[in-house]
């Protein structure tokens, strides 16, 4: 089965806090693309990051940096010094062929309150 | 990537109606895509658009109540017709960046217009 779980559905921190958004991943594909977006109160989707299969660097830009473990199966999302304007619903999604065709499977979303 | 305009923003409806939801793209792209996001819930996909052709609609989504225009590679309209409150939710458009059929692609997405259904 192909799926993607964000077990924590809401996460809530004070600011300057390091916060960890958990995404694992299911699919029996070789190849694949795994993908965060950021969902602001405004609710457009806005892209943060993409990893294929083949690429298990981790990647740091700024405070934010991505952890892709393959061995567990897991994408994870580190915000380092968090500010309240960080507080947004982010989606983890799985991007696998299927028919001949890409699907997009998206994870629950975690809901990010950072307070002051 | 593309700038995608949407509207309306918001609007309530009365139950029975049928509200047209408008997606504008700053450049031509070869898919749209439509997505329902019903309150504290993830994305779903209802339809893809392609300019000329049918759209192709996800299990659980029918043409009857999800009517789309793709009438060029810039614009495309999703009507939600005869509406309940179950169909209360963020409608969301999207495109994806580059014309390739590819995984790596990206999709971009408008503001989204939130409908609520009395």
């Known amino acids: 089965a192909q799926k993607v779980t964000q077990a924590q559905t809401e996460i809530s921190v004070v600011e300057k806090e390091d916060v960890t958004l958990d995404c694992v991943y299911e699919?029996?594909?070789?190849?694949?693309?795994l993908f965060w977006y950021k969902q602001p109160p405004s609710g457009e989707l806005v892209f943060l990051i993409r990893?294929?299969?083949?690429d298990e660097q981790n990647e740091i830009s700024g405070r934010y940096s991505w952890n892709f473990q393959k061995s567990t199966s897991s994408f994870n999302f580190t915000i380092t010094a968090s500010q309240v304007v960080d507080s947004a619903v982010y989606f983890c999604?799985?991007?696998?062929?299927?028919?001949?065709?890409?699907?997009?499977?998206w994870g629950a979303g975690t809901k990010l309150i950072i307070k002051p | 990537s593309a700038v995608i305009s949407q509207k309306p923003s918001r609007d309530i409806c009365q139950r029975g109606t049928s509200l047209t939801i408008q997606c504008q793209v700053d450049?031509?792209?070869?898919?749209m895509f439509w997505y329902r996001q019903q309150p504290g819930q993830s994305l779903t996909l209802i339809a893809t658009?392609?300019?000329?052709?049918?759209?192709?609609?996800e299990s659980g989504f029918v043409i009857d109540k999800f009517p789309i225009s793709r009438p060029n590679l810039t614009f495309s309209t999703l009507t939600v017709s005869n509406m309940s409150p179950e169909d209360s939710s963020i409608y969301l458009c999207?495109?994806?960046?580059?014309?390739?059929?590819?995984?790596?692609?990206?999709?971009?997405f408008g503001a989204g217009s939130r409908l609520t259904v009395l």
């Open positions: 999604a799985l991007k696998i062929l299927m028919d001949s065709n890409y699907q997009l499977i």
């Open positions: 699919t029996r594909d070789t190849t694949y693309y």
């Open positions: 990893r294929n299969s083949f």
């Open positions: 450049s031509q792209v070869t898919m």
């Open positions: 658009a392609n300019q000329g052709s049918e759209a192709t609609y």
């Open positions: 999207s495109v994806q960046w580059g014309q390739l059929l590819s995984g790596a692609n990206v999709l971009t």
